[in-house]
């Protein structure tokens, strides 16, 4: 799934990550959730990640390929806090339901569980005998994340495809899946920002929470925000073209540089 998940417990897990973390944990109750950015001290964005928060723990999710750098930063501030962070990565994996209608697919394999129905909320549901976490993570359409146990993935995906004939639904690939990314204006780290981009550069506002207070790169974040803004801001544009951009291709105005592309594709929906 390329997807890695930390678990977080110990009495100091909340104000631990809340201090480590853009966004505000304490508004999260039980099977809530939000996203939110791991920075530097210069207002850097190390990561984004997704957080989950269980009845006796937190969980973070994100991209793999960030899971070294994200344990080794989190451990340099773990100094007298009694938290423990263990990697579940090797045990559970991710399939993602995606479309409008996801919910509708899913109902035919668990009828009467209560699937989540806000932003970032999750549920537990049985399926092949395994419990799965279910993650409301709309990605420009209705869509579910499904965390499960990887010794129960296969008969788990097996049921999805048979449950899924009636609608039509089918197995997508990484190209369509960015086409979707794209389309909803979620960038993506390592291909759209990275560890050179302030975390108010990359337009991922509903990241931070500007009234809880202090955390690592807070300063910075804050000082930017006072000023009212930075030099250089990601965001989508619609091209006049039959081909997609390559990423680093310039953009100009009045025959100067006035930004790069990041991610192009060209959108069936759109037909642009």
Not at 25 to 46: D, E, M, N, S, W
Not at 76 to 83: G, I, K, S, T
Not at 124 to 143: N, P, Q, S, T, W
Not at 181 to 193: L, M, Q
Request: glycine share 8%.
């Amino acid at each position: 799934s390329r997807r890695g998940l930390l678990q977080f417990t110990g009495p100091d897990r909340l104000s631990f990550l809340q201090g480590m973390l853009s966004n505000d944990l304490r508004t999260l109750q039980p099977f809530t959730g939000q996203y939110a950015t791991i920075l530097t001290q210069q207002g850097k964005v190390v990561a984004d990640v997704r957080v989950l928060c269980a009845m006796n723990s937190f969980y973070l999710d994100f991209w793999e390929s960030l899971k070294d750098k994200i344990i080794e930063h989190l451990n340099r501030y773990l100094v007298a806090d009694e938290v423990e962070i263990a990697d579940r990565s090797a045990e559970y994996t991710f399939i993602s339901v995606q479309g409008p209608r996801a919910e509708s697919l899913l109902r035919t394999l668990v009828k009467n569980a209560e699937l989540p129905a806000q932003e970032k909320q999750h549920a537990m549901i049985a399926l092949e005998d395994a419990a799965v976490c279910v993650v409301r993570d709309d990605h420009g359409m209705a869509a579910f994340d499904l965390i499960v146990p990887v010794a129960s993935a296969v008969g788990i995906a097996e049921r999805l495809t048979q449950a899924g004939k009636q609608f039509s639904a089918a197995w997508v690939g990484e190209d369509a899946q960015n086409i979707l990314r794209i389309e909803a204006g979620i960038p993506r780290y390592g291909v759209d920002f990275n560890e050179d981009n302030l975390l108010l550069e990359v337009g991922i506002d509903h990241a931070v929470s500007f009234t809880k207070g202090c955390y690592l790169g807070q300063e910075v974040v804050e000082r930017i925000r006072s000023r009212g803004h930075v030099n250089k801001r990601l965001c989508g544009l619609l091209l006049d073209s039959a081909v997609a951009a390559d990423a680093g291709d310039q953009l100009q105005a009045d025959g100067k540089e006035a930004g790069r592309i990041t991610s192009s594709v060209i959108s069936p929906r759109l037909g642009r």
